[in-house]
């Protein structure tokens, strides 16, 4: 079965540029918009699975209905290797903020943050969550889901055939063929049930 975008929105930030290469204030204005945006989201995620005849639900058996529902439909950009296609950064984003308010559910002291400590994390100034309790918040342990997903997605192509090419880099004077090295990690089979694994860890952190 197809999936019908006809009643789809893509979700926008409204800006060109990822949250890291923005000013703080800009970044805080994404992340304020993507908050915000949650319940409209919500709904664009539950249109897509409804047009495929499943009801979007935050059981554990709808989790791993939507997780099903992900790799059945995936599909990867045409024209750029190991890159998703069409609108599915968007999907992606959708599920995130789904699985991140579904975690804050089940675990109300888990809360979404607006990231701003450590510049070269991959998580600076984007939308996390936060709040584990077994661990020391002086550490700013955080789970950026929404890019968990998308990396999630990135591997289901890879696996299927949608393979970038990387080449080689120099590393003190010793060259790496980081195409080898990509690979061996690619052989690795895909889980087929990422999310609610997801889930498991945020209950043993929260």
């Given at each position: 079965m197809t999936i019908d975008w006809a009643g789809y929105q893509p979700y926008r930030t409204g800006s060109t540029k990822p949250p890291k290469a923005l000013s703080r204030k800009e970044a805080r204005r994404v992340y304020e918009h993507c908050m915000a945006s949650r319940p409209q989201r919500r709904e664009m995620l539950a249109r897509l699975l409804g047009s495929s005849g499943i009801a979007l639900a935050a059981s554990d058996s709808?989790?791993?209905?939507?997780?099903?529902?992900?790799?059945?439909?995936?599909?990867?950009?045409?024209?750029?290797?190991?890159?998703?296609?069409?609108?599915?950064?968007?999907?992606?984003?959708?599920?995130?903020?789904?699985?991140?308010?579904?975690?804050?559910?089940?675990?109300?002291?888990?809360?979404?943050?607006?990231?701003?400590?450590?510049?070269?994390?991959?998580?600076?100034?984007?939308?996390?969550?936060?709040?584990?309790?077994?661990?020391?918040?002086?550490?700013?342990?955080?789970?950026?889901?929404?890019?968990?997903?998308?990396?999630?997605?990135?591997?289901?192509?890879?696996?299927?055939?949608?393979?970038?090419?990387?080449?080689?880099?120099?590393?003190?004077?010793?060259?790496?063929?980081?195409?080898?090295?990509?690979?061996?990690?690619?052989?690795?089979?895909?889980?087929?049930?990422?999310?609610?694994?997801?889930?498991?860890?945020?209950?043993?952190?929260?």
């Amino acid at each position: 079965m197809t999936i019908d975008w006809a009643g789809y929105q893509p979700y926008r930030t409204g800006s060109t540029k990822p949250p890291k290469a923005l000013s703080r204030k800009e970044a805080r204005r994404v992340y304020e918009h993507c908050m915000a945006s949650r319940p409209q989201r919500r709904e664009m995620l539950a249109r897509l699975l409804g047009s495929s005849g499943i009801a979007l639900a935050a059981s554990d058996s709808g989790i791993q209905e939507l997780n099903d529902w992900f790799l059945q439909h995936l599909e990867p950009d045409p024209d750029r290797p190991g890159r998703l296609g069409g609108e599915w950064y968007s999907v992606c984003h959708d599920i995130g903020l789904f699985l991140g308010d579904t975690m804050i559910e089940r675990h109300p002291k888990l809360h979404w943050e607006f990231f701003v400590w450590g510049k070269t994390s991959n998580a600076f100034q984007r939308h996390v969550i936060m709040g584990f309790s077994t661990e020391d918040p002086k550490r700013h342990t955080n789970l950026d889901i929404d890019g968990s997903v998308a990396t999630y997605g990135h591997r289901v192509v890879e696996s299927r055939g949608s393979v970038p090419t990387y080449g080689t880099v120099t590393v003190r004077g010793v060259e790496l063929d980081v195409n080898a090295v990509a690979a061996r990690h690619r052989a690795r089979a895909v889980e087929t049930d990422a999310f609610h694994r997801w889930l498991q860890t945020a209950a043993r952190r929260a």
